[in-house]
């Protein structure tokens, strides 16, 4: 029997909600005007450890990064703004909701093929590249790629040799001082290491990173230069390449500045770096190639005979010492 309409209220309605909210999505987001700066000293998982700026002594903190970011990359280096949980307690989690503009970049490439570039380290200053002049034998073309690759993201190259105990440094200090590169010999003398004094120079107040094959003792001078690192160290293989015991990109304080740790690698691709971008980062040259014809590798002859550096040879500007070491790494990028 039919209800009167008189005995209906608000209780017998029934309304099935749509799948989409008809209400409009704000774009707006918060400003975080109270956000801390930190910069991330290690990356692990999808957390990021985080050393405050104003307080780098104080507990790290683990942060996460804020849904807005989307998939910005973070890398150690980064400066960052932080919000929520900053105890830096166990169990604790804060937001990274900005990423700062990076000033320097170091890329890589698996090769010179790949067109994916991977993000080493930012902001950092000076690029230390750690080479055992024995066991493991240098190889100056890992060498030049790393020079190469410091000059294309903005960092100063250092070359730091080890092991100079068991061999004499200087003819492969030689091929790099020409360039206007620091030189740093390391080695091992009555149980304790040498030249510590002088590596410590080049990295005191400056964000710095090492890089270098596996085996060629980074985490050494690590432990040596920052004894709380307490990094785990390696011994040579058998067949002359060392063992991995550095795995991810790791930040440690040192006296005003910060020491990077990278994992050893075996190779390092310039896939994103031409021969104007090494060029390009000495002030003296970057002009002069405008001069160059279209398409100009800077090699010389007879690869290309009308290049403008030999100009400055011939002019008296320009070493021809320092010209020949430039296209040696040049070379280098060019052979792949």
């Not at 017998?12 to 700066?37: E, F, I, N």
């Not at 068991?166 to 290491?193: N, Q, S, W």
């Not at 002069?288 to 100009?311: K, Q, S, T, V, Y």
Request: with cysteine.
């Amino acid at each position: 029997m039919p209800r009167d309409a008189r005995a209906y209220d608000e209780t017998d309605v029934r309304v099935r909600p749509g799948r989409r909210s008809t209400r409009p999505r704000s774009k707006r987001r918060p400003a975080h005007a109270d956000a801390t700066r930190a910069m991330v000293t290690a990356v692990d998982r999808g957390r990021w450890t985080c050393a405050p700026e104003a307080d780098p002594e104080r507990t790290p903190v683990t942060a996460m990064r804020a849904r807005e970011l989307g998939r910005t990359p973070v890398v150690v280096g980064d400066r960052v703004d932080l919000v929520g949980d900053l105890s830096g307690e166990p169990d604790t989690l804060a937001r990274i909701v900005r990423v700062a503009d990076r000033e320097t970049v170091l890329r890589r490439t698996a090769d010179d093929t790949d067109p994916f570039e991977r993000v080493v380290v930012a902001n950092a200053e000076r690029l230390v590249v750690v080479t055992a002049v024995a066991d493991p034998v240098p190889r100056s073309g890992f060498v030049d790629r790393c020079v190469v690759a410091a000059f294309a993201g903005g960092l100063e190259p250092v070359l730091c040799l080890t092991k100079s105990d068991l061999t004499d440094p200087e003819p492969f200090a030689a091929r790099y001082r020409e360039l206007g590169l620091p030189v740093v010999v390391t080695g091992r003398a009555d149980g304790a290491t040498t030249g510590l004094d002088a590596l410590r120079a080049q990295l005191s107040g400056r964000l710095c990173a090492l890089v270098g094959h596996s085996g060629v003792g980074k985490s050494t001078l690590v432990n040596a230069v920052v004894p709380a690192a307490e990094q785990a160290t390696g011994r040579v293989s058998g067949v002359g390449k060392g063992r991995h015991t550095t795995v991810a990109a790791l930040a440690f304080p040192h006296a005003d500045g910060w020491v990077v740790d990278t994992p050893g690698v075996r190779s390092f691709g310039l896939a994103h770096v031409g021969p104007d971008d090494v060029v390009a980062a000495f002030g003296d040259l970057a002009d002069a190639i405008d001069d160059c014809p279209r398409g100009c590798g800077h090699l010389g002859p007879p690869a290309d005979p009308e290049c403008a550096l030999d100009d400055l040879v011939s002019a008296g500007t320009l070493a021809g010492g320092r010209l020949d070491a430039l296209r040696r790494i040049l070379v280098a990028l060019d052979q792949g």
